[in-house]
């Protein structure tokens, strides 16, 4: 029979523990007799007359764990390592996986807790986010489908009790430099950003990270908070937060289609402070923000170099020519006649909206981006158009684009010949999927190689909205893209904006065809010059034509008034 | 709302485009017709009122009445119309079609056509022949001992031969009339062969007698037209399951009762917009005139309505034998057609302009605005009832059912706007 004993010094734990500890260890081949209990007298007493005190068993004290026990082979590791293993366990279970089935009851027994992240169905969340206020909580709520009501009584709420009630609809925060939903790893620093638009706060967060500055808080307050029916209680209340925060020396607000006097009411608030204000408003007056002495930016990238050049006199910002030219002239070179369309397939609904505004200034433009209008849902031939795949009508029963990547892959291998250049955007970062490029590339390959079979030349552009330390590895992404021909830029505005130079130069090259081919006329009234065309030698054909509804005013007016 | 327009259009032509008209039965009015009643007389054109009808249609109504034992002459016959004892509808409105007169009565034999693709039906009448029949508003003994032989031997015969041959196929056999100088209205010769070709080795299997086979084997052979009456079928299954389409400007059916033209539009549902029917000028026979022609009659302009007839005149030059005109005249009415129309048929096609698809889907807009009316090939009836056919030539729909059409469709549509 052969004695063994180890102390561990300085190891305190309660008896019963160590009890059921000395039971399962009893269990053990060969073991005779075994003590695992703290140093105290009792303890090593009860050791002694079990025949099993050894020497190293003298210095102890009573804040000392030992461990005696008497065996037939030498089990001593064993013995230790299960020891070991029962006490880690035991510590374990001690903090309880068990999780509370009601909001409330969690929130009983967890005070400390200060923020509910909430996305269930949006018809449960106002509930949910009741509770969380009622007891004292801050509140994001990831989920929509929430009514203009509800969201406004629970920030009225919020607001009357010093809370923060972010959401409905907000997919992006980062509360004290911890990314919450959709958000990006950026750098700590004095830029505070204030946000209802998810995608347009991670596009100014990247580059601002990009360009050697950081964040100090990231507030979303839901899509629709500028609107006049919410009256921007959540950015006019962490408005107030950051204009008294030490850490926050810039503040940008970021919003798409704001009201106007939404706009009023938060503007009314810097009125008398040393910070830094700069807005990124997607369609809305440059001289309303400008007339409260708040900068008034064109483009989140603008947003981002103003922000930072606020605190680094080094960065300023001009629109980036990059080699515009020349990657013009060799794109444009490749495209044959019947490419003259562009296609954006966005997962970021800002980025689609900043995209659609640049296009659309120069060219007719199709997108689900603005309600009121022609509802594309479809990709039709011989038109423009940009889809944001991120809106209600594509995520029915699907998860969501920047989590799966698989709905715009198959419309990417469907573009049809009409199309020159496609545009897109990649999201990483929190909450995206883990490596949205490895999604894209086989069918990316597969639609340029498609278009180079059939003498012609797909142009892709995209930017990458994320930040070099977020997980999905910035760079790696960059580098395979470029690897297949795909031109990568740093913004979503540059992106757009080599798209509409490339569809302006297609545009002046089509004008400039006439003057490069043979003259063939259609004469459309008077014999006379069909008949002097015809004796010049012109190839010239003429038709048969009568006035609209023979002249019939009411009949014209009614025509007209359809194709509105 | 251009855009709304231009969707609900395209919707219509993809439903002409995937029709699957096929004749499935021959079956008598009442027992087959949904809601068919004993006392309804059906009749072509939109709805109209003893007292407005013109002289042939009167007398295929009485004729229609003696065949079924409710009269037993002119007066008789009025008798009951007048004392509220008869219905009469358009038999657009029982989803069917009839040539000329158009009268259907409840124990008249119809064949049974179906659109495969939505499971929707039409249904016709069998074609007498020429001269003095029904129709034109005949309704003499003989015309009536012609229609009981049709009942008795001709519809039977026939209906057991399909029932031997299974269903008949129909797109194919239009889509090779129109190759062979048929346009489907007023040169059906190449269909009528095409179908007896196809019926006989049936028909002689059937139970009937020698004589009674052959007699139904002549009869077709004797009818030129006999096609006609499973043409017009053919276009109004095609044509009805794209009827009721929102916002769309397309026209799904044509017609006249002899006094009035009527048209109707998907995008304004069950309407009718009508005006007075035009009279024909044309080719006539021997010594008629044009003061001897009726108004315009007969549902066949169904035809038009898809494309065929008048619209694929180019398909069948011969015509102008009967029309009038040149053969250079018949391309260009069909060329103009293409003016007035959304899109062309995937499968009827015109060998001569290239074997261009006909031009199909009639759109109210253009035809305002144009100024160009859709092109009609006809017979023309005696105004009188009984006496038959006196010519035949070309006429347009009036302007008006175009014009108020066009009215209707903005005021709906602004007012949906609201």
Same mark, same amino acid.
């Given at each position: 029979m052969n004695v063994y004993s180890k102390v561990i010094k300085n190891t305190y734990y309660d008896s019963v523990v160590l009890m059921l500890i000395s039971k399962e260890i009893k269990e053990i081949e060969d073991i005779e007799n075994v003590i695992v209990a703290m140093g105290t007298d009792m303890n090593i007493n009860l050791a002694k007359s079990l025949s099993i005190y050894t020497e190293e068993l003298e210095d102890i004290s009573s804040n000392d764990l030992f461990i005696s026990f008497s065996s037939k082979e030498d089990v001593f590791n064993k013995v230790i390592d299960k020891v070991d293993e029962l006490l880690n366990k035991k510590a374990k279970t001690a903090n309880d996986t068990y999780h509370h089935k009601t909001l409330l009851t969690e929130i009983k027994n967890n005070p400390s807790s200060?923020?509910?992240?909430?996305?269930?169905?949006?018809?449960?969340?106002?509930?949910?986010?009741?509770?969380?206020?009622?007891?004292?909580?801050?509140?994001?709520?990831? &989920?929509?489908?929430? &009514?203009v009501e509800h969201e406004r009584k629970l920030k009225e709420l919020a607001v009357s009790k010093g809370l923060l009630m972010m959401g409905p609809d907000c997919g992006t925060c980062i509360i004290n430099n911890k990314p919450l939903g959709f958000s990006n790893s950026v750098r700590k620093g004095p830029i505070g950003i204030i946000g209802s638009s998810g995608t347009g706060i991670q596009e100014v967060s990247v580059l601002i990270d990009y360009l050697g500055s950081g964040v100090s808080q990231v507030i979303g307050t839901g899509g629709r908070d500028m609107k006049k029916e919410i009256g921007g209680l959540t950015t006019i209340q962490s408005l107030k937060l950051l204009l008294e925060d030490k850490k926050t020396e810039v503040i940008v607000i970021i919003s798409k289609k704001p009201d106007e006097e939404v706009i009023k009411k938060v503007l009314a608030l810097v009125k008398l402070t040393s910070k830094k204000i700069l807005v990124s408003f997607i369609d809305s007056s440059p001289e309303l923000v400008e007339s409260y002495n708040v900068k008034y930016t064109s483009s989140l990238e603008e947003a981002a170099y103003v922000a930072v050049s606020y605190i680094d006199k080094n960065i300023f910002y001009e629109e980036l020519e990059y080699d515009i030219k020349g990657l013009i002239n060799d794109e444009s070179k490749r495209h044959n006649n019947n490419q003259n369309n562009l296609l954006g397939l966005f997962v970021g609904g800002t980025l689609a909206t900043e995209a659609d505004r640049i296009i659309r200034k120069d060219n007719v433009l199709y997108s689900n981006v603005y309600k009121s209008e022609y509802f594309v849902n479809k990709l039709e031939k011989n038109k423009n158009i940009i889809l944001d795949?991120?809106?209600?009508?594509?995520?029915?029963?699907?998860?969501?684009?920047m989590i799966d990547p698989s709905f715009r892959t198959s419309l990417i291998k469907s573009i049809d010949e009409s199309v020159m250049v496609l545009i897109f955007d990649i999201v990483l970062g929190y909450g995206s999927h883990e490596d949205p490029v490895s999604e894209l590339l086989p069918s990316l390959k597969e639609v340029m190689l498609r278009f180079i079979n059939n003498d012609s030349f797909l142009t892709v552009i995209t930017s990458i909205c994320g930040s070099e330390t977020d997980y999905q590895d910035y760079l790696s992404s960059k580098?395979?893209?470029?690897?297949?021909?795909?031109i990568?830029?740093? &913004?979503?505005?540059?992106?757009?904006?080599?798209?509409?130079?490339?569809?302006?130069?297609?545009?002046?090259?089509?004008?400039?065809?006439?003057?490069? &081919?043979?003259?063939s006329v259609i004469s459309l009234g008077i014999d006379t010059f069909y008949n002097e065309m015809k004796d010049s030698d012109i190839n010239v054909s003429k038709v048969n034509w009568r006035p609209t509804a023979n002249g019939n005013k009411k009949m014209r007016d009614l025509l007209a008034k359809l194709k509105e | 709302m251009e855009e709304k327009i231009r969707e609900a259009n395209s919707k219509f032509m993809e439903i002409i485009k995937n029709a699957k008209p096929v004749l499935i039965d021959i079956a008598t009015a009442i027992d087959v017709i949904?809601?068919?009643?004993?006392?309804?007389?059906?009749?072509?054109?939109?709805?109209?009122?003893?007292?407005?009808?013109?002289?042939?249609? %009167?007398?295929? #109504?009485?004729?229609?009445?003696?065949?079924?034992?409710?009269?037993?002459?002119?007066?008789?016959a009025e008798e009951i119309i007048n004392e509220g004892k008869i219905e009469f509808d358009s038999c657009h409105h029982y989803n069917s079609v009839g040539p000329m007169a158009g009268v259907i009565t409840a124990s008249m034999p119809v064949f049974v056509v179906k659109n495969e693709s939505y499971d929707n039906y039409a249904y016709c009448t069998l074609n007498e022949g020429l001269g003095k029949v029904l129709r034109y508003g005949a309704y003499d003994e003989e015309v009536i001992e012609k229609l009981e032989w049709m009942k008795t031997i001709l519809a039977p015969v026939l209906k057991e031969a399909l029932d031997l041959s299974g269903k008949i196929e129909l797109k194919a056999i239009l889509a090779q009339m129109l190759q062979?100088? /048929?346009?489907?209205?007023?040169?059906?010769?190449?269909?009528?062969?095409?179908? !007896?070709?196809?019926?006989?080795p049936f028909i002689v299997k059937t139970k009937f007698n020698d004589e009674e086979k052959s007699d139904v084997l002549a009869f077709i052979n004797s009818n030129d037209h006999f096609f006609l009456n499973i043409s017009m079928p053919i276009c109004k299954c095609t044509l009805d399951p794209a009827s009721n389409i929102k916002y769309s400007t397309l026209v799904y059916a044509m017609a006249r009762n002899g006094t009035e033209f009527g048209i109707r539009v998907s995008g304004l549902g069950e309407r009718w917009f009508t005006a007075p029917a035009e009279v024909i000028d044309g080719l006539f026979f021997s010594a008629y005139t044009k003061e001897d022609a009726n108004p315009d009659i007969g549902d066949s302009v169904i035809c038009e309505t898809l494309g065929i007839g008048g619209f694929s005149m180019a398909a069948a030059l011969p015509i102008v034998k009967?029309?009038?005109?040149?053969?250079?005249?018949?391309? /260009?009415?069909?060329? /103009?057609?293409?003016? @007035?129309?959304?899109?062309?048929?995937?499968?009827?096609? @015109?060998? #001569?302009?290239?074997? %261009?698809? !006909?031009?199909?889907?009639?759109? @109210?807009? %253009? #035809? !305002?605005?144009?100024?160009?009316?859709? !092109? @009609?090939?006809?017979?023309?009836?005696?105004?009188?009832?009984?006496?038959?056919?006196?010519?035949?030539?070309?006429?347009?729909?009036?302007?008006?059912c175009f014009e108020d059409a066009l009215v209707a469709f903005v005021e709906e549509t602004c007012k949906k706007e609201d």
């Open positions: 200060n923020l509910v992240f909430i996305s269930v169905a949006g018809e449960y969340a106002y509930e949910q986010a009741k509770i969380a206020i009622d007891n004292n909580k801050n509140v994001m709520m990831f &989920s929509d489908n929430v &009514s795949l991120g809106d209600d009508e594509f995520t029915n029963g699907k998860a969501h684009p580098e395979r893209l470029e690897d297949i021909g795909v990568v830029l740093r &913004s979503n505005r540059q992106v757009a904006d080599l798209a509409n130079r490339l569809l302006n130069v297609k545009k002046h090259k089509n004008l400039d065809k006439i003057f490069n &081919s043979d003259l | 949904p809601n068919y009643k004993k006392n309804l007389i059906l009749h072509a054109g939109p709805p109209i009122k003893w007292e407005d009808m013109s002289g042939p249609l %009167k007398g295929a #109504v009485v004729g229609g009445l003696i065949y079924e034992g409710l009269a037993s002459d002119f007066l008789s062979m100088g /048929d346009e489907g209205h007023n040169r059906n010769k190449a269909g009528t062969s095409l179908f !007896i070709r196809e019926m006989a009967f029309v009038g005109g040149t053969t250079s005249d018949a391309l /260009d009415y069909s060329r /103009d057609m293409y003016e @007035i129309t959304e899109g062309e048929s995937d499968v009827y096609k @015109i060998p #001569v302009l290239d074997f %261009k698809g !006909i031009p199909t889907g009639i759109d @109210i807009k %253009k #035809v !305002i605005e144009t100024g160009i009316l859709p !092109i @009609i090939n006809t017979g023309i009836a005696h105004k009188e009832p009984g006496i038959g056919q006196v010519g035949a030539g070309l006429v347009r729909p009036p302007m008006e």
